[in-house]
Every structure is written in C-alpha cells, then in structure tokens.
C-alpha cells in the first residue's frame, strides 16, 4: 500500500465500451494501457508517475483478470531490461519512470532494446519532470530518443488526445519494430478530464505462450556482426516504416487559418498553452479556431520531412516552438528546409528564452516577438494590465518555503544526531542521496556535501576511499540501497578496501515517492514473501563492521557515528538507522487507535508541550528539528521581542524535539503531554489522590500570590 | 469571444486543496460547464505548497464541443485565487496572478511559517502587513479572514471554509445550493464540511477588517493593587514618563511574580534614576524598563520549577494539547540540570565550599543530567515545589550574586555612555536582547554580550556599531557574523 491508496479509482479501469471516464491523466493513461491489451507492466516510481505504478499496484485484481503481470521493478533498468520479452514474442509492454533521471539509469537496457527492435507494441510511458514543481536537473529526454532511434510521442495533453496517442504508439512500436517514449508533463499526469471508455483487451499471446514456445532468434543478440545489421535495420526499414505510419494515421495534426504566410510548430504537450497565448492576443477562439496554422508534433521524434516541407512551403517564417534544450528540433528544421530549398525563415529560439518552460506569459510574448518581426499588424497593440503593486516590498516579505521532513519523520533524529556530531567533533565531507534523506541538506540541517544520483551516496566518497585519517560519511536510503547503492556503493567499497563511514536510513518504503514498498519493507506488495535485510545484505558482499541503531535514540545515534569515525577497524562501516517512515505508520495506527477509543479500550496519545513562560525565543530547538508541528508564535510577555516556540496539534508525540533538549542541553520548556483515553480504575485511583495532593499545594500557593497583586 | 473562468488555489500539505478542487470539478460539471483541473505538487508534496489550477467554461456556449482549456494560470488571466495561507497570498501576487481588472482574492490571513522564519534567533518572521496591504492594492476584490482559527472552531477542514468563501464571493455563476450539492455528492464529513462550508460563505460576506492595532497605552495604570505597599507602586509607575509606563508596569508585575514586591520596588528605583536622566522621547528609560525587567528576571531553577508547578500552567496546558474537561493526563517534562544551574541555586558561601570540595562536586552531580520528571505525579511535583520554594533564598544564591553582579556593570556602562552618548546608551540597554535561554544557549549569549561590551570599553564605538555587532551576534549561533565583524 502507497502513501495514495486508489482502491476506489481503480474500479474506473472497468469501464467498457461507451462509458464515460472521469478523473486524472495518468489513471487516463492505465485505462489507455488496458484497452491496448497489454501483457505485462512495470517501472520504477518517481514524480509525476509514482501515482501510476500506484494505480497498477492497487489494481492487481483487474490486472490477474486480463491475464496483465504487473512487475514492481527494483531499478529503471531493471524495468526496461523486462522489456526484452518484447523482442521476439508479440507481447504488449508498458513501463513507467520519471525522466530524465530514470531514463539515464536505464538508458543501458534502452539502447540494447532499441538496437534489437522489438516484436510486440513496447511503451515507456515517461514523467518529463520539467519546469514549475520539478525536482531534478532540467535536461530533455529527447536526446534518448535521437540517440538510440526509439521514437518520442508528446501528445497533446487532453484525455481523449492522451488515450488515442497511447493505443497507437502500439501500433506504431509493432509497425515499425522499435520501442518508443511516451513523455507527459507534471500538469497532463494530474490533469483532471474525460473520455469516452473502450473494452479492455485480454493479451492475445501471453506470458506463458511465450515459456512454452521459446524462441530465439540470433540476429536479434546485442554482438557483433548482428549489431551493424541492426543500425542498419533501424535506418532502412524501421525508421521509414515509423514515418509512414505517422503519415497514414495523421499522428502529427495540422490546424490551418486564415494567415496562410505564418506558422506555428511545436510540439503536442505545448498545445493548451499555444491556444492561450493567441487567443490572448486575439488570434484564435475558445474552441482553438486559429488564425495562425498550426502543426502540431503529437510525435517529436522522428521528424516526418515532408510534413514539414508542405506545411512550410508557401510560409515567409515559421515559429518553431520547443521547450528546453539544445533545440534540436529547430536545428533539424534548419536542414530539412534547406533540403526541401524553401524561402521560409524559422523563428525559435531567437524569440522565445533558450531555457525554462513555456508558460503563458512566456508563449505570449514570445508569439508576439515572431509576429512583430513578420507579421507586425498582427501584433495587438494593448499591453496586458499587470500587478499594480510594489514587488521588491513584498519580495522582501514573503519567505521560500523549501521541503522539508514531515511531522515525526524518523530522519530528523538522526540529522539533529549529526548536526550535533558536527558541532563537537567538526565538519564532516558528506555524500548525500536522492530520497527524503534529501532534504537533510536543507535548512535546517544542512548535512550533505554532494548529490549525485540515487542510490550513488556511497559510490560518490569513493575518491577518498584510500585516505586513512579523517573520514568521509556517506548517506543513503533504504530505497537508494536496493535500486543500485548495495552493489555501487558498498561491494564496491569493500572489494577498493574503503575507510569510511556508510549510513543507510532504513524508513521500510521509497518514502520519497509516496510510500511504495522495496525489498526490506517488513510488509510488501508480496505478503508472504520472505523479506530482505540490509543488514544481511551488507555482510553478503564482505562488510565486517555493521551496526543497526533506531533512529530515535539521538544520543546513542551520535556515539554510533563517532565510533565509526574513530574506530580502528579498516574497511567500510556500515549503520543501519532504522525507524519507520511516519506517514506510513501514522496511516496504519491512527484509525486502530481511534478505533480501540470508541471502542472503549484504554489508550494513550502522546504530544508535545513547549512552555511559554520558559521559551526564550531563541529558537535553537527549531534548528535541530524543522519539525513542521514545532513552529512559532508571538511570546505572551509583551516585554519579550522574540516570538516562541510553540507545538501544534499535528503534533505524532514522537519525541525528537524533547529528546534534543535533553541531548543538546537546550532548554526545559518541552513537556510530553500523554492524553489517557478510557482510563483504568486503577488510573482514577492514582489520579484522584496525587489531583488531591498537588491541588492542595497549589491552591496554597495560589493564595499566597494572591496577597499581594499588582 | 467568451474566455473560461480561471481559479487558481494555491494550499499546503494537508490543507485539503485537492478535495477544494474536486468539488469545484464535479459542482461545474453538474452545472452544465465543461471543468478541467490540474496541479503542481513536486517536491512541494513535503511540506511545501501546492498549486491547483482549474477552468470552467458553460457548455451551452459552444454547442457541447469542448473549448481548448489552459493548464497553468497566465497573469492577468485569473478570475479567483484562493489561497490556504497569507505568505502563498502573497506569493500568488508575487507572480502577478493578482490583478486589479480580475482578480476576487480569497486569502486566509494565518501563517503558517517557514523554516527560515522559524529557526532565526530572535524574529525571522516576514512582514504580514506588507503582504495585507499589497494584497488590498493589486486584488479586484479582496476577501481575507483567518481560515484556520474558523476552521479550528467549527471543528471542520479548511478546505470546506474555502469553498464556502468562493461561494460567498459571488464570482461563480452556481447557487449556493450547488456548491453544498458538492459536498453532499463526494459524501465524506459531509456535516462538517458544510458547517464549515455555511461559516466560510458568511465570512466571505463580509469585507476585509484589518486587525485593530493593540492600542498603544494611554492614560493612567489603575492595576489591581490590593496592599498599601503595592499601590504605592503603581503610583509611582504612574509617575513615570507617559511611554515608560506600559513597560514598566508589565515589569513590576513580572518581577513581584518572579520574586516578591521587594524586587519589584528595587526594580523601579532603577528605572526612575534613569528616568530622571532622561529627556522626552523617554527612548532610554522605556528601552530600559524592558530589558531591566527581563534580566532582573532571570531564567534560574527556581523560576522553572515555580512555573511548572502552578495551577494556572496546569489549566493553560490542558487547553493547549486539547484534553477534555475531566480526562486525565500526564505532563512529563524534560529537564536538563547542569551543575552550574544546581550550585547555583545554593547560598553563596555553600555554593563556593561545593565548588571547592570534590566530593561534595561529586555528590551534586548526582542530581545532573538529562531527567524526566511528570509533574502530576506526587513525587515529581514536590521536588519542584521545593525547587521553587528557594524563592525564599533567592536573594541569596550564588545565580543572583552573579546576575545581579552583571546587571551593576552593565548599568554602570549605561550610565558612563549616557554622559557623552546617549544614543550609545539606548543601544548598550538593547544588548540584554542577545542574554536568553539556559545551558549553551545561556552562555553562548552572555559571551556574545561580554565580548561587545569589551569593544564599548574600548572606547570610540558608535551607537551605529554597536547595533550592528547586536544584529551579527543573532545572525547565526556559531558566532562567524560576529568574529567577522569584529575582524572588520
């Protein structure tokens, strides 16, 4: 179970014929894989796409139904290696990643895929994590696709639009033997639409046809002479046979208008947007009704030439409208209209920013700039009204709010451990990874020197694995450590003979991405299945030094590290911190308990106090916590400037904020609240006579303060 | 050309901004409009803040075909921004989605702050009027209310007070009974959420009320002095500079409550020798009643422990975790004593023999170390009671000794600068601002403070100066914006 469960959209999959589908892009896009008669699935969750190996996880009945395998693949290319059950068998695959970061990891098995060709309709249903909200580098998937000749599609992003382009991508890997991207944005995999429903397809060859009848075929084995034959293959048949297809099924759209000497081109995703830049500048209606023509690249690699040529031909200038970079499609369109010895100017980059996504704003004025210079009575004269306010004053005012961990998470103990190692024993060279443990190197932590992929934390101080002296610590996920880190970082470490120190946070889920279950998680996908340990792992591949410590235990956390730092043992060091990822468990326990209060069992809840009288605004607990429920808010004594701490009522009582005072000497104003609910007879005993006691002494001081008032 | 109605809700985690937009979804859907809806979590799915965009066009405009609908908000295209929060308010604004020809902008006015904000070491809180005001400006309409104390009252989720606050604006063309069909249709919480929905539709009626300003205080101190000896005192409060006389009333009481009417009488002699010294705007003497009163006060052990163990905390603590009226809670608290806190606690002469003898080092260490103690069990709660009955010694303790050592020097430099500067004076008084907190914190700030006032000794530092060296000491907690300064 992920962190979103869609028990309840997943019934959507069912929809037959005629039937109409509400709801998200990417739950659109399973429905589409469905109704394609995919025979089996998989990938690797990561935004935007997490919610559909979500979606496939949480649809196991409907998937066994149809005969569909859904495979939780342990790595991006462990998910596109699958998809070699496609080369000789006429099997429908999908798979799923967030790109381009998962496309470089598996961009191994892709190129492999791509060279063999495939037999079966092979999709790779990619997040383009691109622009506003991102989390990664910004760079373009399209280099792949040019790379290893596998075609790109960018539908434009409507339901209907998205579901037609998926059930012909089939088509068109089948036709022409070649696997091929299918790219949505962020804003296309939530976006909320409708269509109409087919029938899903049961796989008419199957998984175990394909056991019971192997075939092998040579030619189709990544060696030499057969690889030549295979480039070859790919230029003279498939690639041809993909553009035609394109042609005869009109994948690329042309919207003509009454302009006839302009043109836009650009690629599908960026259709919405291009609709709104004219019609903000009175160029097209509601409906998309342009002036401008259009041609829309619903598939952006290959380019189909003589579309381009004929769209272009009677034109002074096109715009080429192509987000990120390098511009290759500009650059191409450079080439194929030299070919084709046309007159027409190409727009691009020239008008529109190099890098940075296209949004409204930026498409206007970048359509604008192209009809200023061709078309300048197109151009309106009135400029939009913008803000009337003073910017740079409410620059000042409005603070970034950056990610952080969440209430409780069982990583902040152990970077509050670290941040107070730091503090004694000095700054330490730390590798960091991709995952929560992330945001450790944000405010207020601030613990990590690098990042450079995932599960890569532990291979990245592997230049100072010979250095006997200070050592270097190296950071990584549960999740990093079963996608790649086991082998890449610590076999690795053992076999170069490395000093340093590794830290694996073992939270139980890929928490980062919403909860999805690996191999060590203590429930899994599998139930049944015998778990994985990190700590067996580890000493599998030779490490000798190994320790596992919970989270929570601040103090013990920071001896542990210090040990490791100074241990006299050479080799790679290994502490498991384990604790589990509180969202996770929040979601398992809070409705049993909420349960067992109604039903009359005694229960405790605990949460966390922060005295005002005592607090002094100083804050120094909040730069050890950054606890989204320890927050601030003004101090009641009106002669104290600083504002105080202060615990919210999404407070999980996990203990880390009183655990800090007690460990880094802060100060006492934390107090553990524990709530009984049902109490016992034997509770009301105790109560009423210490109540007794302590409101006798209290009321006698109270009567004491009292005689004397101000 | 007819353009869609454009919404834009901008919410943080677990403030409900996608149910918020499923029920704008399927309201403009049940209403004959055509809907599209669409978001931006990335990161921001942690902690962070996410954007919701939507647009609704009526069916009826284009004979059923649907219109080409954007995915991401354009300035100056934006008919509703809801925000969940003031900063995204601002935010939004920021990033010119607010504008004066469109814009209803429909804000909650609480904060939720930042990391930044928060882990300052004195207010790293961002300017909320600045932010109010801007919002004024560049809105069409501006609708603004605290969402979550509302929220927090009718026992519902924000995201059901903010459908109620766009149904209340009247920007949408759908009845009041289609909005709460909405809720009724997706069918959870539903009587909360409309309960919710009816307070957010009422608050949105009304225009924006910018908070009244706490009235600066004027007129006389009438207190509630119940002694001769007390009431002598609010006299002479009474008798100070007009400015003077909130602070030093807040003091007096602070330290009668801190120790007794004593201290309160010996603070204010204080505060009138320097107010005689002084001249109207009264900067110094009121700056002065401020900080005197915090230091006077000082964090000792037995101020913790007398806090700790009184029936007001007790009733202040149970509303805070929110426990019912007779349920029965445990309140454990985390204590920390150093042996500096614990030596000094004790009468000077002793405190000295201790500090000497190693054996009795050794015994009172005993009583050191991380500890949790639960003030409502017997045991716990009368060490603190006897704790806090030190107060009888206070005066003293080899704490106040040393306190009130410092406190004399630090006068005594006041009163040397206000001779030649008296701008350096007011900002000498100010630098009781960086003496907060206990343990590492406590010393930590008493250095930052010494080592300023060795530079003030020096001679030839500016009023100017010596604010920038206070600003630097509270810039960071390892000191490194002091030491450069300093180095400078």
């Known amino acids: 179970m992920a962190e979103r469960s869609f028990a309840k959209e997943v019934k959507k999959l069912r929809l037959g014929a005629g039937a109409t589908f509400h709801g998200e892009g990417i739950l659109a896009v399973t429905k589409g894989l469905l109704q394609s008669g995919v025979a089996y699935v998989g990938g690797y969750q990561g935004s935007p796409v997490s919610h559909l190996m979500d979606v496939l996880a949480d649809a196991q009945d409907i998937l066994s139904e149809l005969g569909v395998h859904f495979e939780a693949n342990g790595s991006e290319a462990n998910a596109a290696a699958m998809l070699s059950a496609s080369i000789s068998y006429p099997l429908r695959a999908a798979v799923t990643w967030k790109s381009t970061v998962g496309t470089n990891v598996a961009s191994d098995a892709l190129s492999n895929l791509a060279s063999a060709g495939v037999i079966g309709g092979t999709v790779i249903i990619i997040g383009e994590d691109y622009g506003e909200g991102a989390s990664i580098m910004q760079e373009r998937s399209h280099a792949f696709a040019m790379k290893s000749q596998m075609w790109l599609i960018n539908p434009r992003p409507n339901l209907p639009k998205m579901v037609d382009m998926l059930e012909k991508s089939f088509q068109l890997s089948e036709v022409s033997n070649t696997p091929l991207f299918f790219q949505m944005r962020i804003r296309a995999c939530h976006l909320h639409g409708q269509f109409e429903t087919k029938d899903n397809i049961r796989p008419s060859f199957t998984l175990a046809d394909a056991l019971e009848n192997p075939i092998r075929e040579a030619d189709k084995i990544i060696l030499p002479p057969f690889t030549f034959l295979q480039e070859k293959h790919k230029i003279e048949q498939r690639w041809p046979a993909a553009v035609k297809f394109i042609v005869d099924n009109g994948l690329n759209e042309i919207f003509d208008g009454p302009q006839g000497d302009i043109g836009i081109i650009f690629e599908g995703g960026l259709y919405n947007v291009v609709i709104r830049a004219l019609q903000t500048l009175g160029l097209a209606d509601s409906l998309g009704e342009t002036q401008v023509p259009l041609y829309v690249m619903n598939v952006t690699y290959p380019l189909v030439d003589a579309e381009l040529v004929n769209f272009a031909r009677t034109k002074r200038a096109v715009l080429m409208v192509e987000e990120g970079q390098p511009n290759y499609i500009e650059q191409s369109l450079n080439k194929i209209f030299n070919d084709g010895e046309l007159t027409c100017k190409i727009s691009g980059k020239d008008v529109l920013p190099t890098a940075g996504e296209y949004n409204g704003q930026v498409m206007t004025n970048g359509i604008a700039a192209f009809l200023k210079k061709y078309r300048p009575d197109l151009t309106p004269p009135e400029v939009r009204p913008s803000s009337v306010i003073d910017l740079s004053e409410l620059t000042q005012a409005i603070p970034a709010r950056p990610p952080g961990l969440c209430t409780g998470c069982p990583e902040r103990p152990f970077f509050a451990a670290m941040k107070m190692l730091e503090k004694e024993y000095g700054e330490i060279h730390i590798s960091a990874d991709i995952g929560c443990n992330s945001f450790g190197t944000l405010p207020p932590f601030q613990i990590g020197n690098t990042i450079m992929g995932y599960g890569l934390g532990a291979a990245s101080n592997a230049a100072f694995s010979s250095v006997r002296g200070k050592r270097a610590i190296s950071i990584m996920g549960d999740g990093g450590f079963w996608h790649n880190g086991l082998t890449s970082g610590i076999a690795s470490a053992v076999y170069n003979d490395n000093d340093n120190v590794f830290i694996i946070v073992d939270n139980g889920y890929a928490a980062a991405t919403g909860g999805q279950y690996i191999p060590s998680s203590t429930r899994s996908l599998k139930q049944n299945e015998q778990k994985a340990r990190i700590q067996n792992a580890v000493q599998g591949v030779g490490v000798k030094w190994v320790r596992t410590i919970h989270s929570y235990d601040i103090g013990d956390v920071k001896a542990l590290v210090r040990e490791a730092m100074t241990s006299s043992h050479y080799g790679p060091k290994v502490i498991v911190i384990e604790g589990e990822c509180m969202l996770n468990r929040q979601r398992r326990e809070k409705p049993l308990k909420s349960q067992n209060i109604k039903s009359g069992l005694r229960e405790v809840k605990a949460r966390f106090y922060v005295e005002a009288e005592t607090c002094t605004g100083d804050h120094a607990c909040i730069r050890l916590s950054g606890c989204p429920s320890l927050t601030i808010k003004p101090s009641p004594d009106i002669l104290r400037e600083d504002p105080v701490a202060y615990v919210d009522n999404s407070c999980v009582g996990c203990g880390v904020c009183g655990d800090n005072a007690h460990e880094a000497v802060l100060c006492p104003s934390f107090s553990r609240a524990e709530l009984i609910f049902n109490p016992s007879l034997w509770d009301r005993i105790k109560n009423s006579v210490r109540q007794g006691v302590i409101g006798y002494l209290q009321r006698r001081t109270d009567r004491k303060r009292a005689r004397v008032m101000l | ?488």
Request: include cysteine; glycine fraction near 6%; aromatic fraction near 8%.
């Open chain 2, 1 to 488: 050309m007819t353009r869609p109605i454009t919404i834009v809700i901008s919410a943080l985690g677990g403030q409900g901004g996608g149910v918020l937009t499923n029920w704008l979804v399927n309201m403009a859907e049940q209403c004959d409009y055509f809907a599209q809806s669409t978001s931006v979590p990335g990161v921001a799915q942690r902690t962070g803040a996410t954007i919701y965009y939507l647009e609704i066009f009526p069916k009826a405009e284009t004979k059923n075909i649907p219109p080409v609908m954007a995915l991401m908000p354009m300035p100056g295209d934006v008919d509703i921004l809801v925000a969940a929060e003031l900063m995204e308010a601002g935010r939004a604004a920021q990033r010119q989605l607010v504008t004066r020809d469109k814009t209803t902008l429909i804000a909650s006015t609480h904060r939720v702050f930042s990391i930044a904000e928060k882990m300052a070491m004195g207010d790293g809180t961002g300017d909320s009027d600045v932010v109010i005001r801007a919002m004024g400006k560049a809105a069409k309409e501006f609708i603004a209310f605290d969402m979550e104390s509302l929220a927090a009252s009718m026992n519902c989720v924000i995201s059901s007070i903010m459908f109620g606050a766009i149904a209340g604006s009247g920007r949408l063309p759908f009845a009041r009974e289609k909005f709460e069909d909405a809720i009724r249709a997706e069918g959870k919480m539903v009587e909360a959420n409309l309960k919710g929905f009816d307070a957010g539709y009422r608050a949105a009626e009304k225009p924006y009320e910018p908070k009244k300003q706490i009235q600066s205080f004027a007129g006389k101190i009438t207190g509630h002095a119940n002694s001769k000896q007390a009431e002598a005192l609010i006299e002479r409060i009474n008798a100070l500079p007009e400015v003077v006389q909130e602070f030093a009333y807040a003091g007096a009481k602070k330290l009668l409550d801190y120790q007794d009417i004593d201290y309160a009488v010996q603070y204010l002699t204080i505060v009138e020798s320097f107010a005689a010294k002084d001249k109207a705007p009264h900067v110094l003497t009121h700056e002065l009643a401020r900080y005197l009163a915090l230091w006077m006060a000082f964090d000792d052990v037995i101020k913790v422990a007398d806090i700790k163990t009184r029936s007001a905390r007790v009733r202040k603590y149970r509303a805070e975790v929110r426990a019912k009226p007779e349920q029965i809670i445990h309140m454990v608290e985390y204590m920390h004593p150093r042996l500096e806190e614990i030596i000094g606690t004790l009468p000077v002469p002793m405190a000295k023999l201790v500090q000497k003898s190693s054996f009795l080092t050794w015994f009172f260490k005993k009583f050191t170390g991380p500890r949790l103690s639960d003030t409502t069990k017997i045991s716990s709660f009368l060490m603190l009671y006897f704790m806090a009955s030190l107060r009888s010694i206070r005066r003293k303790t080899l704490r106040y000794d040393q306190e009130h050592t410092h406190i004399t020097g630090w006068l005594n430099q006041v009163g040397h600068a206000l001779e030649v500067d008296y701008d350096l004076a007011v900002e000498i008084i100010r630098c009781q601002r960086l003496i907060k907190g206990y343990g590492e914190t406590h010393a930590r700030g008493l250095g930052n403070f010494k080592a300023i006032m060795a530079v003030i000794d020096r001679g030839q530092v500016t009023a100017g100066k010596v604010g920038d060296m206070r600003e630097a000491a509270l810039a960071d907690d390892e000191g490194k914006a002091l030491k450069q300064l300093f180095a400078a």
